[in-house]
T-cell receptor
Framework: DAKTTQPNSMESNEEEPVHLPCNHSTISGTDYIHWYLQLPSQGPEYVIHGLTSNVNNRMASLAIAEDRKSSTLILHRATLRDAAVYYCILRWGDTDKLIFGTGTRLQVFP | DTAVSQTPKYLVTQMGNDKSIKCEQNLGHDTMYWYKQDSKKFLKIMFSYNNKELIINETVPNRFSPKSPDKAHLNLHINSLELGDSAVYFC??????????FGNGTRLTVT
């Protein structure tokens, strides 16, 4: 299973953009890049996913490098509610198996 | 309108006991999972079922036995509980290729 590498923690101030990086140098052509977040005492929650092209949804944007060896989750304006652990995960095609890494703990300051 | 619900939310028990955790989803998904999150917050898949059939079994001790009476339910029975079983157990569900929806977890403490 291809692995991902993320910084352990990041900090941001409220209303500033946040760029959460993820390296996945061993990604294969059929791996989708998924992002989930986990709030304290809750289960993980889907954020966004993509294959090759950049993706936008109401929660965030996903920027995927041209060689697909890295990606960045972008929160356009951080809020206190965005403080969570963010997981970058590679999911092969339609496989049901999500392999979680250690994630990035995002702190947001008022 | 909870999509994936687990019971109980907290479970405190002694070593050697047998306990069960229940999970139900009302999303019409075909696949359900059990994940374990240990004290270091590492999330690891344990099992997945698709339409009541076991698909993934990730070298979990056979003291853990999942049971899926129908595709909306996936229960986890644990025999002879050990201290190392203390963790948060998450149930999840999905359809093919769709994101996983997780429950809010069952915190199991074995004393």
């Amino acid at each position: 299973d291809a692995k991902t590498t993320q910084p352990n923690s990041m900090e941001s101030n409220e209303e500033e953009p946040v760029h959460l990086p993820c390296n996945h140098s061993t990604i294969s052509g059929t791996d989708y890049i998924h992002w989930y977040l986990q709030l304290p005492s809750q289960g993980p929650e889907y954020v966004i996913h993509g294959l090759t092209s950049n993706v936008n949804n109401r929660m965030a944007s996903l920027a995927i490098a041209e060689d697909r060896k890295s990606s960045t989750l972008i929160l356009h304006r951080a809020t206190l509610r965005d403080a969570a652990v963010y997981y970058c995960i590679l999911r092969w095609g339609d496989t049901d198996k999500l392999i979680f890494g250690t994630g990035t703990r995002l702190q947001v300051f008022p | 309108d909870t999509a994936v619900s687990q019971t109980p939310k907290y479970l405190v028990t002694q070593m050697g006991n047998d306990k069960s955790i229940k999970c139900e989803q009302n999303l019409g998904h075909d696949t359900m999972y059990w994940y374990k999150q240990d004290s270091k917050k590492f999330l690891k898949i344990m099992f997945s079922y698709n339409n009541k059939e076991l698909i993934i079994n990730e070298t979990v001790p056979n003291r853990f036995s999942p049971k899926s009476p129908d595709k909306a339910h996936l229960n986890l029975h644990i025999n002879s509980l050990e201290l190392g079983d203390s963790a948060v157990y998450f149930c999840a569900s999905s359809s093919v290729g769709s994101p996983l929806h997780f429950g809010n977890g069952t915190r199991l403490t074995v004393t």
